[in-house]
């Protein structure tokens, strides 16, 4: 056996190993917008460097979402966040400490940060299973990148 061989054998079982950055719950239709795009690897990469787990998108552009949502133009996506509910049904203070962090790095992008069902209690809405929704929608003064020369 060469050296080369030895070693390919070693980077294919490390690489098996590795977890993918972004995982997708089955039947997810991923057509997103390019800023949608750049934001959620952008989020992914904190949630997993940050040591909160696999980072699952359980929705994007497919499923049942309310009238206006923004699913519907490939500007949100739905991350799976049951590993880290409370038997009360809320999240540890571990998520909301990482929410409270994306929305204050990542609003000047244009990205939304919204936590179900805290943001629905919050907000006296018809509760949500419980899921963290990012959606790119940037409101004056925000944005993502700008051209230069």
Do not use: C
Not at 10 to 39: G, P
Not at 77 to 92: E, F
């Amino acid at each position: 056996m060469s050296v080369l061989s030895g070693a390919a054998k070693n980077s294919n079982k490390e690489r098996k190993n590795k977890m993918a950055l972004i995982q997708l719950k089955k039947d997810v239709n991923l057509t997103l917008s390019t800023e949608m795009a750049l934001l959620t690897g952008y989020v992914a990469r904190l949630w997993t460097g940050g040591g909160m787990g696999a980072f699952v998108i359980t929705s994007a552009r497919d499923g049942a979402h309310m009238e206006g949502s923004k699913h519907y133009s490939g500007n949100a996506v739905d991350i799976r966040t049951k590993a880290w509910l409370k038997p009360d049904g809320l999240h540890k203070e571990e998520v909301s400490v990482f929410v409270k962090s994306l929305r204050a790095r990542a609003g000047a992008f244009g990205l939304d940060v919204h936590l179900h069902p805290e943001d629905d209690i919050r907000l006296k809405l018809r509760q949500r299973p419980a899921h963290l929704h990012l959606e790119y929608d940037p409101q004056e003064g925000e944005q993502l990148w700008e051209f230069v020369r």
